[in-house]
């Protein structure tokens, strides 16, 4: 059985810093991408950003482009996403995602591991 747990949300004043972790467990991911989204309330779920596990390929959202750096390590089997220059438009709560593909996409619905989320709030 697939499980993500997220951990690292809280809250943060605007322009402040923030790691979330994602501990992925249950098989071995090495063909597997894994992505973060986030889900503003009253709003639809947005991509973040996605790596492959195997070969490190990343993708991201145009949004935190230049201020977030997905990365994974596969020994903690843990995977990250350090949010820099946070904005209080940043303020959701974060998900981390698997899907057994090389193919990096932020299409949420092709992702079929979830887990179960980590509030982030950031106040201006």
């Known amino acids: 059985q697939v499980q993500l747990v997220e951990s690292g949300g809280g809250l943060v004043q605007a322009g402040a810093s923030l790691r979330l972790s994602c501990a992925v467990s249950?098989?071995?991911?090495?063909?597997?991408?894994i992505g973060w989204f986030r889900q503003a309330a009253g709003k639809e779920r947005e991509f973040v950003a996605a790596?492959?596990?195997?070969?490190?390929?990343?993708y991201y959202a145009d949004s935190v482009k230049g201020r977030f750096t997905i990365s994974r390590d596969n020994v903690k089997n843990t995977m990250y996403v350090q949010m820099n220059s946070l904005k209080p438009e940043d303020t959701a709560v974060y998900y981390c995602?698997?899907?057994?593909?090389?193919?990096?996409?932020?299409?949420?619905?092709?992702?079929?591991?979830w887990g179960q989320g980590t509030q982030v709030t950031v106040s201006s």
């Open positions: 995602a698997a899907r057994q593909s090389m193919v990096l996409t932020g299409t949420p619905q092709v992702y079929t591991y």
């Open positions: 249950g098989r071995t991911f090495s063909s597997y991408a």
């Open positions: 790596i492959n596990w195997s070969g490190g390929s990343t």
